[in-house]
């Protein structure tokens, strides 16, 4: 057989090689559904618990990330646990009313792809989790966990949009901390906070130097965004 037709053979046959694996599906043993159920309700007992560090530890290591309109993305270990550590529940002398979902969590419907592991995890008149998992040398764990609000679903808002204005917005970004009611500053937002303004899709983009950018973001595509507008608010305070 000639060398360039043997070569074009191999090439035929390494293409379809990988449009087959890519097409397989990974199958999830009764068990791993069991566990990543146990996951999500780790999640909300540590949560309600206020126990920040076995929170921070349901997620993948460095790169797990929770991600929310008014909480940005928080990204990593020490983010995590200072993400716990400002919720109301964790902070108000008189406790707030009990969180969507409660301590035991919800129930997650998973959609298993060739691209990983999602998971839908509803809470009713509150929204959804929208959920990405990875599984570690200790277990399932959070790649990402996104709550959705009626509104940001309404407005054409889910996790993987929520991400790309993350990125869109820049790499210069920080953390966004304010006063819990005994005066202790706690973190907020980490990266953009977006929100639904009158029909758009806003965000304050949090510098890491200080002050935000104003943001209106415009949608051009699946996944794809640009900024409309940006004005920049400069820091109050050093």
């Known amino acids: ?7 074009m053979v191999v090439v035929v046959l390494l293409s379809s090689f990988l449009q087959a694996k890519s097409a397989q599906t990974t199958v999830l043993s009764p068990e791993e559904k069991s566990d990543i159920q146990a996951l999500v309700t780790g999640y909300a007992r540590a949560l309600a618990a206020c126990n920040a560090e076995e929170y921070a530890d349901l997620f993948a290591p460095d790169t797990g990330y929770f991600a929310s309109g008014i909480r940005g ?28 979902g409660g301590a035991t969590g919800p129930t997650v419907t998973l959609d298993v ?8 995890a509803d809470l009713g008149a509150a929204g959804q989790y929208q959920d990405e998992y990875v599984k ?14 009626p509104t940001e ?14 990125r869109l917005a820049g790499s210069d970004l920080g953390d966004y901390y304010v006063a819990d009611p005994n005066g202790i500053k706690r973190l907020r937002t980490s990266g953009v906070a977006i929100a639904v303004t009158a029909g758009a899709i806003t965000g304050h983009a ?33």
């Open 1 to 7: 057989m000639p060398s360039a037709l043997c070569s």
């Open 73 to 100: 993305q928080v990204v990593g270990r020490e983010r995590l646990i200072a993400l716990v550590q400002s919720e109301r529940q964790c902070t108000a002398s008189t406790p707030p009313a009990p969180r969507p």
């Open 113 to 120: 792809t060739a691209s990983g592991v999602r998971g839908i």
């Open 136 to 149: 570690t040398s200790k277990g399932w764990r959070f790649r990402s966990r996104t709550v959705l609000t």
């Open 153 to 166: 679903r309404a407005a054409g808002l889910d996790a993987n949009e929520m991400a790309a204005i993350q």
């Open 206 to 238: 949090y510098l890491k130097a200080g002050g935000y950018y104003d943001d209106v973001y415009e949608k051009i595509g699946a996944g794809q965004w640009r900024i409309q507008s940006r004005k920049l608010v400069p820091a109050t305070t050093p």
